[in-house]
């Protein structure tokens, strides 16, 4: 059985290039782990963990376990602000009117899951959701479940010959599928996360397209191409460099001794970083009189002026000392460890998307250019497995692994498929709902709590579990 922990993730797989995940790194004392999220909302962004401190969402589930009702809508008598966007849940829920009344409900929190009888997923992948327990007025989570079709780009000098199983569809369209999940953690809002949901993997496309020829070239990728670089592989080889041209030669075999073997798997580690648009980078001149870039181990007293104390900068990921001075007693950039961690004393993610009118409180200090949008990418090949009906990816937010770790995902994963024929095509669902059940808990008199006694998760919850044997039929 394979397990994997990931947050905020997207995960692509295609039998032409192999299964990609997009996954934040880890949180931890320098940075916090964000999750992808894209477009522009007033106070919204995706990524993972919350802006709002946690004593706020520890006290939300006791307000919801007393029965309050969710927080009212902006707009009403709050100084006049737009009223939030319609609220909406994946769409191949396919939830009725009645569905997504009772998805939206702070106190029922009754989970959701693709019905028996309606579309199934891809894969017959599973998923499930439930709403926080009253720490936002909506879900901010949001999911996406996708089979895209990566369709080569024309070229400008007119329709090329195919080459022999090139990938050829409908005796025109030439190109390939992928399969794409992905779920955004949105917050202040799920303006971004939407956003994202409904546009990221087709930004993915878009970067693909030129690639398609490419990938489907068994032989290594070409280092330079010519100035048509939307030419067919086929028609390139065919059509001869002049002397005077400049270009170099369009020969996948590295002809001196300083060229890099380029892989077709980094090629599309490319596209889907390109995907993500450049945003910004750091810098120091940004954070006015009030914050240092500079990290300690702790905050700096004023009497340990001129003494030497460890630091390490943006660049670093060792430590080295320097002479304390007065410019380093300004408040450090990234403050807290692990999950209490926050970017200028106010998000507690660093990457992610949106979040574009987001100030430090009290100041006219932009955070937008401390947050970065490049996402870390890691390959799992399928291809170079052999996997059996209980191998599985499971793709789930924070809402799922603040309260449950590997090691208990994976006996919740074992107890329920083994409770089900290999090809039931409901076994992943029924995991998905059940890991989001055990990690809401039960509501008690002292809010949402787990089998343990400990507290539930308070936070949007959401799950999908993906059969890495891909669509097979299993017996």
């Known amino acids: 059985m394979c397990t994997e922990q990931r947050r905020g993730d997207a995960a692509l797989s295609s039998r032409t290039p192999p299964l990609l995940r997009r996954s934040p790194p880890r949180p931890g004392g320098r940075r916090k782990a964000g999750g ?5 909302g007033r106070g919204g962004g995706a990524g993972t963990g919350s802006m709002l401190p946690r004593v706020r969402a520890a006290l939300a589930q006791l307000v919801a376990g ?5 927080p009212a809508e902006p707009g009403g008598g709050d100084g006049g602000l ?5 609220f909406c849940r994946p769409a191949f829920l396919q939830l009725s009117a009645e569905e997504l009344r009772r998805a939206d409900d702070h106190v029922g929190r009754a989970v959701q899951s693709p019905r028996d009888g309606r579309r199934r997923l891809p894969w017959s ?10 720490k936002s007025q909506h879900n901010e989570d949001q999911a996406c479940c996708e089979v895209v079709f990566v369709e080569r ?6 329709r090329l010959p195919s080459r022999e199983g090139g990938g050829e569809l409908d005796g025109s369209r030439k190109g390939f599928y992928f399969h794409y999940w992905a779920l955004f953690d949105g917050h202040a809002g799920s303006g971004a996360a939407v956003m994202a949901s409904k546009r990221l993997h087709l930004h993915i496309c878009e970067q693909l397209r030129d690639l398609v020829d490419i990938l489907q070239d068994p032989s290594p990728p070409p280092i330079c191409l010519p100035q048509d670089a939307r030419a067919g592989l086929a028609e390139l080889s065919r059509v001869p460099l002049a002397e005077d041209d400049g270009e170099v030669p369009n020969s996948a075999v590295p002809r001196f001794h300083l060229e890099k073997a380029v892989s077709h798997e980094s090629l599309v580690i490319g596209a889907i970083e390109n995907a993500f648009k450049h945003m910004a980078f750091l810098r120091p001149e940004l954070l006015g009189k009030e914050f240092t870039h500079l990290e300690f181990p702790r905050r700096i007293q004023p009497k340990e002026l001129g003494k030497k104390m460890l630091y390490r900068d943006q660049n670093m990921n060792g430590w080295a000392y320097k002479k304390i001075e007065e410019e380093d007693l300004k408040f450090p950039l990234i403050y807290g460890e692990g999950k209490k961690a926050r970017v200028m004393a106010t998000i507690g993610v660093t990457r992610g998307l949106g979040d574009h009118d987001l100030k430090v409180f009290s100041s ?14 890691r390959v799992y090949d399928l291809t170079q497995y052999e996997h059996c009906p209980d191998d599985v990816l499971v793709l789930g937010t924070d809402g799922l692994w603040d309260v449950t770790n ?7 994963v074992m107890e329920v498929l083994t409770s089900y024929e290999p090809n039931d095509p409901c076994r992943y669902t029924m995991v998905a709902q059940e890991l989001v059940v055990r990690s809401r808990g039960v509501l008690k008199e002292r809010g949402w709590r787990l089998a343990n006694d400990k507290l539930g998760s308070g936070d949007d919850i959401s799950v999908f579990v993906i059969p890495l044997g891909g669509p097979g039929n299993y017996t």
Do not use: M, Q
């Open 36 to 40: 992808s999220g894209a477009g522009v």
């Open 153 to 158: 780009r024309p070229s400008p000098r007119g």
């Open 66 to 70: 007393a029965g309050a009702e969710p």
């Open 82 to 86: 737009p009223a939030a966007p319609s």
């Open 125 to 134: 992948t599973g998923y499930a959701e439930v709403i926080n327990a009253g």
């Open 406 to 412: 590997d090691t208990e995902v994976a006996g919740v």
């Open 364 to 377: 006219n200090i932009h955070i937008k250019p401390f947050l970065s949008c490049f996402p870390e990418v």
